[in-house]
């Protein structure tokens, strides 16, 4: 799995900064970032927000 680079991945093909993806699904940037950069793992509710937010499956963010 490689949801730090897909999240990241969708995120900018949504055109929104982290802030805004964290507003989106109720959370901080900063747990967008931490996300992103592979420190935190989401959980699967969080997860399917992000997924609903930007508008693709959550297999597409936990794929390879």
Known sequence: MNIAKNVKHYRELAGLNQT???????????????????????SV???ANIAKALDVAMDDLVAD
Do not use: D, N, R
């Open 45 to 47: 509710a969080l997860l």
């Open 20 to 42: 805004e993806l964290g507003e989106k699904v109720s959370c901080s940037g900063s747990m967008i970032t931490y996300i992103e950069a592979g420190s935190k793992l989401p």
